[in-house]
């Protein structure tokens, strides 16, 4: 219990890295923006023409409008003083700031929306932080391979203590295994208690490993709030509950396995592990 118990929280915890990792790209595509500036002089007819495309394109979740004065008045608040008394006219542009949908927000994807709308009449510049997003992916897919291949390691370390563990324990207890079929007891009959305990030992491991991911869970949220938001309980829930499912299902199957090979075998094989 206690191996298979340190084993499975090893591979929650690499499955709440991954899950992590997803959910921090899956953010910075969510607030990936493009920034549409409409050309100076353009006319109503253009810019409300934008508007409606916009507002019906696939790839768009929400769009905000700023005329050009809208954006002079903000950079006279951020700057501090009057802009245009310094200036003969707006040298601002009116701009249109889309959010992508989440399907749609990837780097290809948004390369094809702005050579798509640079070619409108009334577009000056489409501007967007597509290395933002394909950074976050390239890391995203990094971490996702290596922890699979530390998670498939670990599954293979504990699938063999778990068989030699079992195996040892029904060693023992080889020869009352060759007594109950002398006297007629079924493989399923003979199997079923090491069966039933490899559930209840796989059970006990998963809940101990399920709790202490909970606490570890519990701690990184309380110390960081980008944590929190990376890792919500509503996925870790899942992550939870596959614990004592995947302690019982690993436990169960090397019990049947190890009592398969005892009952397989004559006497004479019997002092031979």
């Known amino acids: 219990m206690v191996s298979l118990a340190l084993t499975l929280i090893m591979l929650g915890l690499a499955a709440l890295t991954v899950d992590g990792a997803r959910n921090a790209a899956e953010r910075v595509r969510t607030n990936l923006a493009v920034l549409v500036k409409v050309k100076a002089g353009a ?48 040298p601002y542009n009116a701009e249109f700031e889309l959010h992508m949908r989440p399907e749609w927000a990837n780097a290809d994807s948004v390369n094809a929306i702005i050579a798509r709308l640079s070619g409108v009449d009334v577009v000056d510049e489409v501007a967007a932080d597509t290395q933002a997003v394909a950074g976050a992916d390239a890391v995203f897919r990094k971490i996702a391979v290596i922890l699979l291949c530390v998670a498939g390691a670990l599954l293979l370390i504990s699938l063999a203590l778990i068989n030699n563990t079992v195996s040892l324990s029904i060693y ?29 030992n796989g059970l006990i491991a998963g809940l101990v490993a399920a709790a202490v ?5 519990t701690w990184c949220s309380d110390m960081d709030p980008d944590i929190a938001m990376a890792l919500p309980w509503r996925h870790t829930a899942w992550i939870l509950a596959a614990m004592p499912v995947a302690g019982m ?15 397989r075998r004559n006497y004479d094989k019997l002092f031979r592990k």
């Not at 299902?249 to 009952?263: E, F, G, P, S």
Request: charged share 20%; glycine share 6%; proline share 3%.
């Open 213 to 217: 991911l909970a606490a570890v869970q």
């Open 249 to 263: 299902l690993l436990c169960a199957i090397a019990a049947w396995a190890a009592a398969n090979r005892y009952l």
């Open 43 to 90: 006319s109503d007819d253009g810019v409300n023409a934008l508007k409606r495309r916009l507002a019906v394109a696939p790839y768009v979740e929400s769009h905000t409008y700023t005329s050009a004065e809208t954006v002079m008045a903000e950079e006279a608040e951020y700057v501090g003083e009057d802009v245009m008394g310094l200036l003969d006219e707006n």
């Open 172 to 200: 023992a207890r080889r020869f009352i295994i060759h007594t109950m079929k002398l006297v007629g007891a079924t493989p399923a009959f003979i199997r079923r208690p090491f069966v039933r305990a490899g559930v209840v």
